[in-house]
T-cell receptor, first 114, second 114 residues
Framework: GDSVTQMEGPVTLSEEAFLTINCTYT??????LFWYVQYPGEGLQLLLK?????DKGSNKGFEATYRKETTSFHLEKGSVQVSDSAVYFC?????????????FGTGTRLTIIP | NAGVMQNPRHLVRRRGQEARLRCSPM?????VYWYRQLPEEGLKFMVY????????ESGMPKERFSAEFPKEGPSILRIQQVVRGDSAAYFC????????????FGPGTRLLVL
């Protein structure tokens, strides 16, 4: 079945540091890929997505590129801020008919210190 | 346009009681998904519903759990005879009716079973 493997946390960085959170997946066909962010006590917010190979999703300075050859969708940001502290989830959605469910990684807790 | 609404936000039940969780999708959305997040874990898919139909319930426990999405009113996730292991955050997401669309999440209901 489909699965997502995400970089183990927690991750602690200083403000303005470069961020990478690794995400790899296993799926049949060509899934759509997502990054969601969860702030304390809140639900998940869609951060960015990519629906086909070589697509780059971007939002709020975060980027991720759909790499079919390495089955990866790593999240990057050039200069993190304290407000980026949250839990980040990588997820995929399969393409087969009726398969609408999201499969999530275990999440990576990110803490940015001033 | 209001987002996905869930209530209650917090629910405390004693073992053996029933828990009833409600989800109102975003306006214009007719697809609803329920996910469960156990402490310090990622989200796990439970069930996918359209109006008056269960499309995929492959993630639902076989006993005590049920879900519905009636023609009128919110989607309901019901847990009968709760046990301590049911303590978790339950998230609802919704998406528009056409094709494979992005899922938008509600703030979640945090269930605590004493």
């Amino acid at each position: 079945g489909d699965s997502v493997t995400q970089m183990e946390g927690p991750v602690t960085l200083s403000e303005e540091a470069f961020l990478t959170i690794n995400c790899t997946y296993t799926a049949t066909g060509y899934p759509s890929l997502f990054w969601y962010v969860q702030y304390p006590g809140e639900g998940l917010q869609l951060l960015l997505k990519a629906t086909k190979a070589d697509d780059k999703g971007s939002n709020k300075g975060f980027e991720a590129t759909y790499r079919k050859e390495t089955t990866s969708f790593h999240l990057e940001k050039g200069s993190v801020q304290v407000s980026d502290s949250a839990v980040y989830f990588c997820a995929l959605r399969g393409r087969s008919f009726g398969n609408e469910k999201l499969t999530f990684g275990t999440g990576t807790r990110l803490t940015i210190i001033p | 346009n209001a987002g996905v609404m869930q209530n209650p936000r917090h629910l405390v039940r004693r073992r053996g009681q029933e828990a009833r969780l409600r989800c109102s999708p975003m306006k214009g959305h007719s697809h609803v998904y329920w996910y469960r997040q156990l402490p310090e874990e990622g989200l796990k898919f439970m069930v996918y519903l359209q109006k008056e139909n269960i499309i995929d319930e492959s993630g639902m426990p076989k006993e005590r759990f049920s879900a519905e999405f009636p023609k009128e009113g919110p989607s309901i996730l019901r847990i009968q005879q709760v046990v301590r292991g049911d303590s978790a955050a339950y998230f609802c997401a919704s998406s528009p009716p056409s094709g494979a669309q992005t899922q938008y999440f509600g703030p979640g209901t945090r269930l605590l079973v004493l």
